[in-house]
């Protein structure tokens, strides 16, 4: 009877243990389906980050393309580059005061600080013209406040005859500017600078077919180093230095020069210096008859060698040699 009971449970614990083990299986399938779900549903969140961030850099492409095209649209929209030579103890003072009051005005104007406007001789007007420069402004003390006494008078009288100069040689007076700001007024300083840019911007690229003046780049460097050049002609610094006096004071007679005749004389000098610098550059390439510069500058050969003679005479030239029947000149420079 004993051994009987024995078996039983021993039965019964197989049993127990049969089920025990069906149960730890299925705990465990029921464990392994809640991982593959959260794992399903870890991927689908996965899924939908990638897309998520798919569509935002769409979005930031689109707006990226959007900038760009944007971009592209400013660079074939003009702006000119602008040199301003502004003098230490006002305009460059009305400049700053313009910044620190945080005053907007265009970005075009590369600032050159010179002590006074009076500084600003007349090549040097001229030189931001080569290195690609479309426009000048000489800012300086209103009249009568110049801290050297005439500096400001005196950049007035060369801006108007470097304008002279470069109307002569086809080139837009329009592009060299001369005003007065004072340390106290950087709203006026602001307002120069827009009303100029917006100038320069209706002539256009300096040396470009489609400018106002439609010169080449290299015929407008051309004209610019024959303005220059003229620039350093003792006649020409003469009348600029005495247009003034000439004008405003009478001479030992009484007399004074009338506007109409000093704007002749300046148109005389003008137009001689500039055919001569006109040659001496020429000449400083290499050998050249009056001939070929005749044809290159488009003027009679008489013309040319009559200031050829005279650029000899003033031991700024000197026969080269003679090819054919054509003397040849170089430049003693
Ligand atoms: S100091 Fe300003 S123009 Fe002479």
Redo the contacts with the bound molecule.
Sequence with gaps: MAEQVTVDVNQAEGVLETERVQGLEQASGTCNTIEAQRVEAEQVEAEQVKVERVEVKHAVDAENAFDAEEDLGKEGAFEPVIVGFL?????YAGADLAGTSRLSYPTNLRVIRV????RVDPGLMLEPFLSAADGVMVL??HPA????MT??YQ?EQRVLCVKALLAHLGIASGRLYLDWVSAAEGARFAELVAEFTNQVKKLGPAGCGESQEGLSREEFIRRVRVAKRVCEKEKFRWLVGRRKALLEEENVYGEKLQAGKFNDLMSFVITEECLRAAIELLAEEGPISCKEIAEVLGMPAGKVLEHTAYLKRAGLLELHDVRGQSPRYVALR
């Design positions: 003098c230490n103890w006002c305009s002590m006074c406007s009076g300086g003390c406040d110049c801290h050297y500096g400001n950049a």
